[in-house]
């Protein structure tokens, strides 16, 4: 009976503070009146003092003001100060009144206040409303008087002095107060020092016999946690206690804790362990199956599916990647949608779902023995930057506790960074291995154009000697005159036939510009975009591997241009244009240009101009340029060590020859001399022939496509000059462009469509130079792309992806057409199209055709057509504009230029 009985230590510590308490009561009965009577006093004193200053200090303020506000009238005459004046007379007077009352019972105070009110009426008398009077009257002659006497300002300082004086009154009689006070509560302490005392005693008597009951027990729990922090397994000890008290619910409550620190410590080591095994992984498939199968053991679970997010032409669908225990192997459905049965609506309200209530014809769980059904399911949403982008389904046959529930949700909730991450890695190897691609596919392309060049070569020699066994019958014999123009003719076909070819060779280049343009549109795009790392997702690395892409396709593309230039020289249509150029300004330009090479390179760079070269030369500036930067690229590029020369001069009369003299009688003569490589003598021809350099080593290490001296001799021969070079191996070359001044060009001249290398094409030169427009247009940097509404039409999804994500991060909406009837379709449905970006070569109705139809049936002319096109052949802007396009912008696009253009036709469409 007595040990059931609970006597806890609150008890045993009440029933003594029981006694204490009765002895404090009494104390606290006495000494309470005596401290509420004196906190009572001292609020009242403190209360009344501060009151008394406030009201003081109000009173001061408004003399001052009626003082400033005096001063103000009869310096301005401004009525406004005025206002002030009166406003504050009215409420000094009011405040007085209250501090007056205040001072009730206290003649002495009330007479010095009677006085501070004789002063203060003493100043509006004989100062303020007499100067009031005098500036109102115009009077100067009295106010000025007034103020040599200054009555007023003697007024002033007795009135402070005053309120002074009266303060300090206030404050004698306050502190005199607070030491009657003091005296008080020196006696009341001392009465409490002596119950203090005398409460001690008592109440060590009483705390000595309770901590005898208590000692015994505590001293035993101690002992049982010492044995228990000293074990080192993981499964620690229990603490026992016989006595029936609160030593016995500590006992409990520890036992608890210690129950808590053990689940916590197995949760965080099985997430350690899990979170360990799949780091480092590279695939999604083996990341699906080393977490499915490492959570699955950690939560008993016999079940299980891994299913990650794809996206398809805008269809999100979840594919399953691994599965757990898969007796028949199809654990799960394949795929599913958002909301698509449970695992879909999980995906879609991205919340955790539990179901212990199982239909009866769920799928089985199978073991070596037989099949049993699972009595609960656990779907779990993987989420990343609040997108669901895996979901995980376990099933067990005993039901997940709430341990291994708390187990999954921690290790899901950093799983979905990892998920990404290796999304991520992939699409970067994707990329990579499709850059790779292309660039074997470019590489065999070029080989078959340079098989093909090879043998329009052949075919040429082949009528040269056939010409020429021709011109050898007709010196023996006459009679066979008949035979030779039979051989003519058959001449005369076999060179319409050449002619064909070249036209097969230009459409066959147009197309394979088309074809390799357009996967370049999209891996240029996109590859700048990852390399921008705008929201910092992708490392280093990451961003490193993006660079490198977009600089392969760069690289690419140039060849390409290479290639395509080629093509129009042979073909041989390029406008010269002839006119002045400023001679004196080409040696700052071409030092503007090459400095900073010869700075990286660690090189020479000179430029020498003679004094009698004339100032205004007549020829084509932009060609002329494009010869001397290529030589000069060239130079800075086959030279590792020393310097590179540049040097002008006019040639005299006495070095023109007969012919010379007969084309123009000024004539330039440019060096550019390096200190580099050298070219062997039985090079010196080769080297100026198309897809030549000097020697295969030099290919290897310095690169090129070896068009660039081809062109420079074509374009000099076009200036009516011709490029000459002198070097020897190991010793440095020397290239010598010598042209004539020419104000009225060259008569019938025919010339080849020619492409600068290092420097772009005609039709890319001639972009550049609108891009330049645009940005001055744009300076001001208007925002017009938010909200706007542009349809990209295309048949190539790449680009449309690109197009699409690029566009919509700068605000803008878009729509998509796969070919012109849909284009159609979306225009008369929609009225709020603000910019159409148009494809040129696609399946059922191209990009001509479709604006033709835009401008001509639908009558839309203020809607701007920007046609994009792979295929970048001289005519095809012309015949864009024609069909009724805006703007022409070549793949693969440029994003700094595709943004301009859209801003310039946006601007001008708004305003």
Avoid at 653 to 664: A, G, V
Avoid at 826 to 851: F, K, R, S, V
Wanted: glycine fraction near 6%; proline fraction near 2%; charge should be negative.
């Amino acid at each position: 009976m007595l040990n059931n009985l609970k006597i806890g230590i609150r008890r045993k510590i009440t029933l003594g503070y029981i006694v204490i308490i009765l002895c404090l009561l009494a104390s606290v009965l006495i000494l309470n009146n005596q401290i509420t009577s004196l906190q009572k006093e001292r609020n009242n004193i403190i209360k009344n003092n501060s009151h008394i200053h406030a009201v003081t200090n109000c009173i001061e303020k408004y003399i001052l003001d009626m003082e400033s506000s005096q001063r103000g009238f009869v310096i301005t005459g401004e009525p406004s100060y005025l206002e002030n004046y009166y406003e504050a007379g009215e409420k000094w007077r009011s405040d007085f009144n209250e501090l007056y009352q205040l001072f009730e019972n206290k003649p002495t105070q009330q007479q010095k206040l009677n006085e501070i009110k004789a002063t203060i009426e003493h100043w509006i008398t004989t100062s303020g409303e007499p100067s009031i009077e005098f500036q109102k009257e115009n009077n100067a002659e009295a106010l000025g008087e007034l103020f040599k006497v200054d009555v007023g300002r003697k007024d002033m300082e007795t009135v402070r002095a005053q309120f002074e004086s009266l303060r300090s009154e206030v404050i004698e009689s306050m502190q005199a107060k607070v030491n009657n006070l003091d005296k008080k509560n020196s006696i009341v302490t001392l009465t409490l020092l002596g119950i203090l005392v005398f409460i001690s005693v008592v109440a060590i008597i009483i705390a000595n016999g309770i901590s005898r009951s208590i000692v015994k027990t505590l001293t035993q729990v101690t002992q049982t946690i010492q044995e228990i922090a000293a074990s080192k397994s993981s499964q620690k000890g229990r603490i026992h206690v016989r006595t029936n008290d609160e030593i016995n619910d500590l006992a409990a409550a520890t036992n608890r804790l210690l129950d808590t620190l053990e689940r916590r410590e197995w949760l965080q080591l099985n997430i350690a362990e899990i979170v360990t095994k799949y780091q480092g992984i590279s695939a999604i498939t083996k990341l699906a199956e080393t977490f499915l199968s490492e959570i699955a053991q950690k939560t008993q679970s016999s079940l299980g599916a891994f299913y990650v997010r794809e996206t398809t032409d805008n269809d999100i669908q979840f594919v399953k990647k691994a599965a757990f225990a898969d007796a028949r192997d199809d654990v799960g459905m394949e795929s599913f949608k958002l909301g698509q049965g449970l695992i879909g609506q999980c995906a879609l309200e991205k919340k955790i779902l539990i179901y212990n209530d199982i239909p009866e014809d769920f799928r089985l769980i199978g073991t070596g023995l037989g099949e049993a059904p699972p009595k609960s399911i656990f779907i779990v949403p993987v989420i990343y930057e609040n997108d669901v982008i895996a979901v995980v389904e376990l099933a067990t046959m005993t039901g997940f506790n709430e341990q291994q529930q708390q187990l999954v949700k921690q290790v899901i909730e950093t799983f979905g960074l990892t998920i990404n991450s290796v999304l991520g890695r992939m699409e970067i190897v994707r990329l990579l291995n499709e850059s790779r691609v292309l660039t074997e596919e470019l590489q065999v392309q070029s080989e078959e154009l340079q098989a093909q060049s090879k043998e329009l070569q052949m075919q040429t020699e082949e009528l040269t000697m056939i010409n020429e066994q021709l011109e050898e019958r007709t010196k023996e014999a006459e009679l066979k005159t008949k035979e030779l123009k039979q051989a003519k003719r058959e001449i005369e076909k076999s060179a319409e036939q050449l002619l064909l070819n070249s036209n097969y060779k230009s459409e066959f280049l147009a197309n394979m510009s088309h074809e390799l343009r357009t996967p370049l549109n999209s891996i240029l795009i996109l590859s700048e975009m990852l390399a921008e790392n705008s929201q910092s997702k992708l490392s280093d690395e990451e961003a490193e591997f993006a660079k490198v892409i977009h600089s392969s396709g760069e690289d690419l593309l140039a060849l390409i241009n290479d290639i395509l230039d080629l093509s129009k020289v042979e073909a041989g249509k390029l406008d010269i244009s002839f006119d002045e150029m400023n001679m004196s300004e080409v040696p700052v330009q071409i030092e503007q240009t090459f400095a900073p090479v010869a700075t990286k390179k660690n090189l020479q760079f000179h430029i020498s101009k003679e004094k009698n070269v004339t100032d205004v030369f007549y020829t084509d500036e932009k060609r002329f340029q494009q010869i001397l930067k290529n030589l000069l690229s060239n130079a800075f590029k086959f030279t590792e060590q020393g310097s590179v020369n540049l040097g002008i001069k006019q040639l005299g009369q006495e070095q023109l020859t007969t012919n010379m003299q007969d084309l123009s009688a000024d004539w330039l003569e440019i060096t550019v001399t390096d200190t580099g490589i050298g070219i062997p003598k039985d090079k010196h021809q080769l080297i100026f022939e198309s897809f030549q350099q000097g020697d295969g080593a030099t290919v290897r290490k310095y690169g090129g496509t070896g068009l660039g001296l081809s062109i420079c001799k074509e374009l000099a021969r076009l200036l009516g000059g011709w490029v000459s070079l002198h070097s020897e191996e190991g010793q440095g070359s020397t290239f010598t462009l010598t042209i004539p001044s020419l104000p009225n060009g060259i008569e019938e001249q025919k010339y080849l469509g020619l492409a600068i290398h290092g420097v772009g094409t005609a039709n890319e030169v001639e972009e550049q130079e609108q891009l330049l427009e645009i940005r001055e247009f744009s300076q001001h940097d208007v925002e017009v792309f938010q909200g706007k509404n542009i349809l990209i039409v295309d048949d190539d999804y790449r680009n449309i992806y690109a197009l699409k994500n690029a566009l919509e991060k700068r605000g803008m909406n878009i729509l998509v057409a796969k070919d012109g009837v849909e284009c159609l379709d979306i225009l008369q449905a929609n009225d709020e199209i603000d910019l159409i970006l148009m494809d040129i070569m696609m399946p059922n109705l191209d990009g001509y055709e479709t604006m033709s139809i835009i401008r001509k049936q639908l009558n839309i002319t203020d809607l701007p057509i920007i046609a994009l096109t792979a295929k970048a052949m001289k005519n095809d802007r012309d015949k864009s504009l024609e069909a009724g396009a805006s703007d022409y912008i070549s793949k693969p696009l440029n994003l700094d230029q595709l943004i301009s253009v859209l801003r310039v036709w946006l601007v001008s469409k708004g305003s």
